[in-house]
Nanobody, 117 residues
Framework: QVQLVESGGGLVQAGGSLRLSCAAS????????MDWYRQAPGKERDLVAR???????NYADSVKGRFTISRDNARNTVYLQMNSLKPEDTAVYYC???????????WGQGTQVTVSS
């Protein structure tokens, strides 16, 4: 089992910045790619950014150039630096990882990000 704990959410004005952190514990040897997803009210949960085990990053088009995902393997932590935030970035942000351990993927509890206009 892998446990994921997010932190760093909050309320920020449009144009501001936040940094989210997600610390993994438990069977961290089994962790592969680590991702950030987000879910706005009434919408589906969408991938925001991915950091593969080999260091390849991918971003949703809506956040390219504004968000940066990074990973500290020694600390088993993934970060999401969010700059130039917009009201449409308001959502619950979830940390996710793939694992070689059943059930092969794990989710954090989510952290709320609210961007006011």
């Amino acid at each position: 089992q892998v446990q994921l704990v997010e932190s760093g959410g909050g309320l920020v004005q449009a144009g501001g910045s936040l940094r989210l952190s997600c610390a993994a514990s438990g069977a961290t040897f089994s962790v592969g790619a680590m991702d950030w997803y987000r879910q706005a009210p009434g919408k589906e949960r969408d991938l925001v950014a991915r950091f593969s085990r080999s260091g390849i990053t991918n971003y949703a088009d809506s956040v390219k150039g504004r968000f940066t995902i990074s990973r500290d393997n020694a600390r088993n932590t993934v970060y999401l630096q969010m700059n130039s935030l917009k009201p449409e970035d308001t959502a619950v942000y979830y940390c996710h990882c793939y694992s070689s351990t059943r059930p092969y993927e794990f989710w954090g509890q989510g952290t709320q990000v609210t961007v006011s206009s």
